[in-house]
């Protein structure tokens, strides 16, 4: 386990990006599954927010939210699941721009992550700007 450990937090140190497989799927659509195999990953799009989970299995890695191609705002990002609850900065969100929170553990098998993007316009109420799931199987 301590290998794991140590190989994981090299990883994540050097910036390492895992190869996989990443399916796009809607959030209405069956929830996005990881653990198709090594290296395996997964998003999800809703309207302007994507959730993007990174692990090999029930190993996540690393989960990120970013903004959909063309679907910048300003505002902020929210994720949760499985004892993740994380909240960006408040700033312009672009896409290619991720908000990533490191994990790098095991998580029970059908764990659900999601992102939730939120416009802020001065004056205004924030504005929802998507709400995307996936679901990491082992």
């Known amino acids: 386990m301590r290998r794991v450990v140590a190989k994981l937090r090299r990883r994540l140190r050097s910036g390492a990006s895992v190869v996989g497989t990443v399916a796009l799927v809607a959030v209405t659509a069956p929830s996005a599954a990881a653990g198709a195999g090594p290296g395996?990953?997964?998003?999800?799009?809703?309207?302007?927010?994507?959730?993007?989970?990174?692990?090999?299995?029930?190993?996540?890695?690393?989960?990120?939210?970013?903004?959909?191609?063309?679907?910048?705002?300003?505002?902020?990002?929210?994720?949760?699941?499985?004892?993740?609850?994380?909240?960006?900065?408040?700033?312009?969100?672009?896409?290619?721009?991720?908000?990533?929170?490191?994990?790098?553990?095991?998580?029970?098998?059908?764990?659900?992550?999601?992102?939730?993007?939120?416009?802020?316009v001065e004056g205004k109420q924030p504005q929802p700007r998507g709400r995307a799931c996936v679901q990491v199987r082992g």
């Open 40 to 120: 395996a990953g997964v998003s999800s799009c809703a309207v302007q927010t994507c959730i993007s989970v990174e692990g090999q299995g029930r190993l996540v890695y690393r989960v990120s939210a970013s903004a959909t191609p063309g679907g910048e705002f300003f505002g902020h990002f929210r994720m949760y699941g499985e004892k993740l609850k994380g909240e960006s900065a408040l700033r312009h969100w672009r896409y290619g721009q991720p908000y990533t929170v490191a994990l790098g553990r095991n998580v029970p098998d059908r764990t659900v992550f999601c992102a939730e993007g939120w416009e802020h």
